[in-house]
């Protein structure tokens, strides 16, 4: 059985508030996620995310999956964090995170996908997620 | 036995799929699936920005095509982020090793095209510079 790769993206402006990433770069309604026909389980995510710098602070970062596509319920992965001394010079690049999981899914129904960023407001920070079937 | 194929692109603009065509000083390699092969295995991948401008960005890979079983795969790579240092000053560089994805087995047709795009989304942090590895089995 093959893999298939889905991936949802968008931006965290608000601290501590759960928010949905629906878009997909020049995909600006991409749909909802549906869990392709002929998988069975969510065997990882790959994440990753950055920050624009804007506040001399500090912050983690998670994301949530939830709904109907996911047999046992909601998720929630810590994903990094990420800070800066002054909001004059901060500039980095990092690379995602590919997590192993073991979730059963349900074919044809969505899977929600949330970006959050907690502690302190830093600005804004870009997501993206990518979730593995087979 | 495996197989690989390389290409790398200028992103220069946010939100647009680019599809990455050149090899350096190969300037239009083959992406033909290679006979034999029927699976993606595994991608090498980096993207990072020259970091000119201010925001915060991921980069994704869209991997589609004929040769691509199951539709268009997506997967995302990294993200950069930036804000302009104080006058006088110089922004640190962007540098960011090559990711290595394992066991990926995404199912292709051999002797089929297919096609390599990376995108940035969010906000430009100014010109980015992906390269892409595919190793079949």
Do not use: H, W
């Not at chain 1, 600006?28 to 998988?39: D, E, H, M, S």
């Not at chain 1, 004059?88 to 044809?108: C, K, S």
């Not at chain 2, 495996?2 to 065509?21: N, P």
């Not at chain 2, 890979?61 to 268009?72: D, I, M, Q």
């Amino acid at each position: 059985m093959s893999r298939l790769y889905r991936t949802r993206e968008g931006t965290v402006s608000a601290v501590d508030t759960r928010t949905q990433l629906a878009t997909l770069g020049s995909e600006t309604a991409p749909g909802p996620l549906l869990v392709p026909q002929g998988v069975s389980k969510l065997v990882g995510v790959r994440a990753v995310q950055n920050f624009d710098m804007s506040a001399a602070t500090s912050y983690s970062a998670l994301i949530r999956l939830e709904g109907p596509g996911l047999q046992e319920g909601p998720e929630c992965v810590g994903i990094g964090a990420g800070g800066v001394p002054v909001a004059t010079g901060g500039n980095g690049v990092n690379e995602a995170v590919t997590i192993p999981l073991d979730i059963p899914v349900i074919p044809a129904n969505e899977i929600l996908v949330f970006g959050e960023m907690c502690g302190t407001d830093v600005g804004s920070a870009e997501f993206a997620v990518t979730l593995i079937f087979e | 036995m495996s197989r690989t194929f390389t290409v790398e692109g200028d992103i220069t603009a946010a939100d647009t799929r680019t599809l990455l065509t050149t090899q350096g000083s190969v300037t239009a390699p083959s992406s033909v699936v290679p006979a034999g092969m029927s699976k993606i295995d595994k991608i090498t991948v980096a993207a990072a920005s020259e970091a000119l401008a201010n925001g915060a960005q991921s980069f994704f890979l869209r991997l589609g095509g004929n040769a691509v079983k199951g539709g268009e795969q997506t997967i995302c790579i990294s993200a950069s982020g930036r804000i302009a240092p104080q006058a006088g000053s110089d922004s640190a560089p962007q540098i960011i090793t090559s990711s290595v994805l394992t066991d990926l087995d995404i199912a292709v047709t051999p002797s089929d095209t297919l096609t390599v795009a990376v995108e940035g989304a969010g906000t430009d942090t100014g010109t980015a510079r992906a390269v892409v590895t595919l190793i079949y089995a």
